[in-house]
């Protein structure tokens, strides 16, 4: 009956029905068949009182509508343009130098905003006619400009890893007490987004070094586009389109690394300065501020929705039997531990084409990272993986959001089928990323272990 109901939730979901709904309507419906068939103890849901209260009171989750109005403010404060118009300048003398600076403005972005919809929209508002008047291929444009909105999921403060990091650190707490630590270490949400950065710099290199090779072979698609003298003048204007975005990024994740402040505290004092920043830009009227304000309550709605219903199926689904299932057949596998991890993985990127990195989160990670971490896995390590194989879902057809988020602002001539065929290389390198993390771990657990020993 457990694997009947992830089975029934996933094509519920299918359905286009509202995740929360889908969630805790399906687990009801078989919370009730298995009481009276006596597959259910119903004495679970007496649990369910508890774990709301424990959501609702999580100070951790408190970050995410903090980042969400953060990353709303700063892509209203036409902070993209301004960067994009600085890079486009500054690399304008380089063949490609306009897809290179695509993607270090999506970087930059990613970053600053940690909105995957905010920075494809903004950027393919932007530079998506620059990119195809000056004869880039189309599929390459749209590609490159999906993937590198992408990074908002990876690269800290990423939205993404404060989930994660949430769900992860009741599961290594679960891990630790089912193998008798009564005095269980925990992983912050602090840690993941100091293991995030080597791989997530390491991904966006990884993205320029392909279109640099791209370039080399076909030439005549990346004509540099009219170079600007490099003089004070250009210097200063770069410098002033930098400054804000890495100050305020410096401000929020240096805070959070050197443990003066909290991912929450980090989060208030980023959307603060978010609004200081656009202010000072006169960007930031009253009627925009509602606008932000109506967003990121929607946005933060339909997550903490989401959770409480990913909270009643987890009960459900642990009452039905669907822990002990999944603990036994992934310490059964062939391979042990690496055995596991690959079935895993796999399994969270085939969810991907049909489920968004939220319910993949909420339902699926609590489900596997307990018998992972149990087998030995290091948590910050284990929490990056799944965080770069959660983003191909916004890559990956027919329900990746960044294919949806870019069709939407595209001209008519882009088709759909070469979105799907300018962002398959770009998953390819998020695959290639995943595979390097696991020959070397230390990409992801080398910072965590010398900032926080």
Not at 100 to 118: N, Q
Not at 282 to 307: A, G, N, Y
């Amino acid at each position: 009956m457990a694997f009947a109901l992830f089975l029934c939730v996933c094509l519920v979901l299918l359905t286009g029905f509202p995740v929360a709904f889908a969630l805790a309507g399906t687990a009801l419906w078989f919370a009730l068949i298995g009481a009276l068939t006596g597959h259910f103890d119903a004495a679970f849901l007496g649990a369910l009182p508890n774990r709301l209260f424990g959501i609702l009171n999580n100070q951790t989750l408190l970050a995410v509508p903090l980042f969400v109005m953060m990353g709303l403010v700063l892509e209203r404060s036409k902070l993209a343009e301004q960067l994009l118009e600085a890079m486009g300048q500054l690399f304008g003398r380089m063949r490609a130098g306009l897809a290179i600076s695509v993607l270090l403005v999506g970087m930059l972005l990613a970053a600053s905003t940690g909105i995957v919809g905010a920075t494809v929209v903004t950027m393919g508002l932007l530079s998506l006619p620059a990119m195809l008047k000056r004869g880039y291929d189309p599929a390459f444009a749209s590609g490159a400009i999906c993937a590198t909105g992408t990074l908002g999921q990876i690269i800290p403060p990423s939205i993404a890893l404060v989930l994660l990091g949430d769900v992860l650190s009741s599961a290594y707490q679960q891990a630790q007490l089912n193998m008798g630590m009564f005095s269980p270490k925990t992983v912050s949400v602090g840690d993941l987004f100091a293991g995030a950065i080597i791989p997530g710099l390491c991904l966006v290199g990884l993205y320029i070094l392909y279109t640099l090779w791209l370039a080399f072979r076909h030439p005549e698609k990346f004509e540099p586009i009219n170079a600007v003298p490099l003089d004070r003048q250009l210097l200063q204007t770069v410098m002033s389109a930098l400054v804000p975005p890495i100050g305020l990024i410096l401000l929020v994740l240096g805070s959070i690394l050197m443990g003066v402040a909290t991912p929450t505290e980090a989060a208030a004092v980023g959307a603060l300065g978010a609004i200081l920043l656009a202010l000072l830009r006169r960007q930031l009227s009253w009627p925009r501020m509602q606008e932000v304000l109506q967003e990121t309550v929607k946005v933060t709605c339909m997550v903490f929705m989401i959770l409480i219903g990913a909270a009643l199926f987890s009960l459900v689904f642990r009452g039905l039997g669907g822990e002990e299932l999944i603990h036994q057949a992934l310490s059964d596998l062939p391979g042990g531990v690496i055995g596991a991890t690959i079935i895993v993985m796999l399994v969270i990127f085939l969810l991907g084409f049909i489920l968004d990195f939220i319910e993949i989160t909420f339902v699926v990670v609590p489900m596997v990272a307990p018998t992972l971490l149990m087998l030995g896995l290091d948590p910050v390590w284990l929490g990056i993986m799944i965080g770069l194989n959660l983003q191909t879902s916004f890559l990956t057809p027919p329900f990746g959001f960044a294919l949806f988020y870019l069709r939407g602002v595209a001209p008519p001539q882009l088709t759909s089928g070469m979105l799907y065929r300018g962002v398959a290389p770009f998953i390819a390198i998020q695959l290639l990323m995943m595979l390097l993390l696991a020959f070397w771990p230390s990409l992801a657990t080398w910072l965590p272990q010398q900032i926080y020993g």
